[in-house]
């Protein structure tokens, strides 16, 4: 079985300049988390979404906005880019989003870079 | 508010010896408390996980913590290192329950020398 996947690997993008990140969880699974990674530090969470709903939002500012798909893939949105959102996003999947019993599946990231 | 401090960024250790890394937690509820792994390049990967049963928990790859409420601690270790074992180290923390966000350290990253 495929596991959890994340599209693009790499991103180069200006500041102002609006992104999408997609991920694709494992089959089956019906939540997804979205991580922010920052260079040297450990992941930071920004959303989970379960049965297409927002279930937890991190301490990120508006201009972070997500979205989960009928077959429960998703999408995380960056408006107004900044150089401070460069970093690495990561997506995690599980079967119904108890973060505490289950075990997280993550993907290899998106490195975004904002120049 | 949870947290978890892990002391030390970087942990140097020769193959065979005793590996170490160290985490403490602050939390007013019981802690949900993990360790997860992180090659380069990749993703994270879930080494154990603590969720209030036995105290002394073992992972995959011969990882094995210990949750000390007292010391309101969860350290990491491995008897032997191998050079496979190089990585990062996060520990990480949530409550219980259906608690969705799950807080992570700052990582500690683990060199092997041959």
């Known amino acids: 079985d495929a596991g959890v996947t994340q599209s693009p690997t790499h991103l180069i993008k200006t500041r102002g300049q609006q992104v999408t990140l997609r991920c694709s969880p494992i089959s089956g699974h019906k939540s997804v988390s979205w991580y922010q990674q920052v260079l040297g530090q450990g992941p930071q969470f920004i959303f989970q979404y379960y049965e297409k709903e927002e279930r937890g939002r991190g301490n990120f500012p508006d201009r972070f906005s997500a979205r989960q798909f009928p077959n429960y893939s998703s999408e995380l949105n960056v408006n107004a880019l900044l150089l401070g959102d460069s970093a690495l996003y990561l997506c995690?999947?599980?079967?119904?989003?108890?973060?505490?019993?289950?075990?997280?599946?993550f993907g290899s990231g998106t490195q975004l870079s904002v120049l | 508010a949870q947290s978890v401090t892990q002391l030390g960024s970087h942990v140097s250790v020769s193959e065979g010896a005793l590996v170490l890394l160290r985490c403490n937690y602050s939390s007013s509820v019981p802690p949900y408390l993990f360790w997860y792994v992180q090659y380069p390049n990749q993703g994270l990967q879930l080494l154990l996980k603590y969720t209030s049963a036995a105290t002394l928990v073992k992972g995959i790859n011969g990882f094995e913590a210990e949750f000390k409420k007292s010391e309101t601690s969860f350290h990491l270790t491995k008897p032997s290192a191998h050079m496979s074992d190089a990585a990062e180290y996060f520990c990480?923390?949530?409550?219980?329950?259906?608690?969705?966000?799950?807080?992570f350290g700052s990582g500690t990253r683990l060199s092997i020398r041959p």
């Open positions: 990480a923390v949530t409550e219980g329950g259906s608690a969705s966000k799950i807080i």
């Open positions: 995690a999947s599980s079967f119904r989003g108890q973060g505490a019993y289950e075990k997280l599946f």
